[in-house]
């Protein structure tokens, strides 16, 4: 187990510390629509009336983009609420095997999205990075929780007789992660066009 948690350590730290240097780019999202500079985007976001608050500029992203943003946030919906269901039946009428059975479920939904998440990483440029950067850096600070959570869930349900109240917390804890996964992907969605 101990190894099996330092060789997922190792591959989170890689996997995050590959982002933000903007590795990405490759591939689709060139020679497609790209963001513009963030000092132009200044200078083209005024102020909204009687609001009082700067608009922002929102970044330009082609179709396929788009299509992948609402499928990472439908499987992270999906998630959060086969996450919501292993809480609500972690109760008196608890079996450890449904247990195991919705966590392969959540596990197998979890690496589609995280998939999907990664080519769509990929596919956008450096000025879209850029733009965005605030977003990409929350979504994968929740990716890293969302994959220890699982080991945490892993760890719970190691046992013969699990204990059903540690697996509903758990359980919850990763419905909120999604959650607020599910609203990252919500935000990046209305910050483009």
């Known amino acids: 187990m101990k190894k099996h948690l330092i060789l997922m350590s190792i591959f ?8 933000p240097q903007g590795k990405g780019g ?8 790209q963001a ?5 985007q200044r200078q083209q976001g005024g102020m909204q009336s009687g609001q009082g608050t700067m608009e922002r500029k929102k970044v330009r992203i082609h179709s396929e983009q788009r299509q992948q943003i609402q ?5 992270a919906d999906g998630i959060r609420k086969q996450a919501r269901k292993m809480a609500q039946t972690s109760g008196k009428n608890f079996k450890a095997e449904e247990a195991r059975e919705q966590r ?14 990664e080519r769509l ?13 605030e977003r990409i850096q929350n979504m994968n600070q929740l990716r890293q929780q969302m994959n220890t959570q699982l080991m945490q869930m ?7 007789n699990p204990d059903p109240e540690k697996v509903s917390v758990q359980a919850r804890n990763m419905e909120q992660t999604m959650e607020r996964w599910r609203k990252e992907y919500n935000a990046l969605s209305s910050e483009t066009e």
């Open 36 to 40: 513009q500079p963030q000092g132009q």
């Open 12 to 19: 989170l730290l890689t996997a995050v510390a590959a982002f």
């Open 104 to 117: 392969n479920q959540i596990r197998n939904q979890l690496q589609t999205m995280q998939q999907e998440h």
């Open 154 to 160: 892993n760890s719970e349900l190691d046992p013969p």
């Open 71 to 75: 499928e990472c946030r439908k499987t």
């Open 121 to 133: 990483m990929q596919g956008l440029d450096s000025g879209q990075q850029q733009a965005l950067g």
């Open 26 to 33: 490759g591939g689709r999202g060139q020679g497609r629509q």
